[in-house]
């Protein structure tokens, strides 16, 4: 009977109810006297050592979010980057932007080879220079992510600065293409480091989908020469005003002898024309009317009014034109290299 009595006071000295003694005679044992019994938390196996950039709450919040507005990268990445490099902001920075990259290369290598059918076509002006660009995803969905429409807006930009880079004395209009592995050797900008490849690897890595940088088309005109541009579903650029996003794209090349306020719009037909009607050549005002199956743009039926050819639709305008580029998006490889 002592014994069970003595294991019912052990089990009770446990929840801290009572005074434990020996078993038998004897005093109260020193470790368990009565009295209120201290809980203590079990010691965690590592101690975080807050750094010196943890030592206001206040400022340390405020670092977080600086570094998460500037980077766009989530809490939890850019509270490891502050950790790691000691709250300093700059080297943050740089940290989040090589963790991306080394991860959006690992993506891209995965995903490599998955079609790449959907995407945008980016058009951009400035002065005497226009740019057409072809970014491609896997999905429409994709291609509606911010996140893409900014990459498209890097390529478009980065495109801009290497036509301007091009010293060289215009008499006429200057036309060049590039292909994806040159569009992807280009420097991505003055605000950016590495090249287009580089910006296309981050975006993989934050979309984790296949993309390709796929072409690009560029022209620089002297005075007396206009590009009119259209772009098939345009929507702008959230943040470049002179950048138009869609799903086609033309460039109309034109000579003019004299700039009036009817030449934007003028443009703008005629690059409906060419995204419509898809001539393979200008042609010559001298040409036979063709039909529908007709491939010189001024002998085909004119987009807007099919009872007269572009040509006859040209010809009292004052323009002549001169060449034209047009990208779709997605269209297969010999189309796009048809130039």
Known sequence: MSLLRSLRLCLLARAGSCPVRALGPGPVLPS???????????????TF???????SSASSKELLMKLRRRTGYSFVNCKKALETCGGDLKQAESWLHKQAQKEGWSKAARLHGRKTKEGLIGLLQEGNTTVLVEVNCETDFVS????FQQL???VALGTLLHCQSLKDQLSTYSKGFLNSSELSELPAGREREGSLKDQLALAIGRLGENMT????AWVKVPAGFYVGSYVHGAMHSPSLHNLVL???GALVICETSERNANLEDLGRRLGQHVVGMAPLSVGSLDDEPGGEAETKMLSQPYLLDPSITLGQYVQPQ??????????ECGEGEEAAEAE
């Open 213 to 216: 940088l796929k072409r690009a």
């Open 144 to 147: 509606r992510n911010l996140k």
């Open 152 to 154: 498209v807006q890097q």
């Open 49 to 55: 050592h807050a750094g010196p950039w943890l030592s």
């Open 32 to 46: 368990l006297q009565a009295g209120p019994l201290l809980l203590q938390s079990p010691q965690p196996w590592h």
């Open 318 to 327: 004052g323009v002549s034109v001169v060449d034209f580029v047009r990208f």
């Open 246 to 248: 869609g799903k086609y």
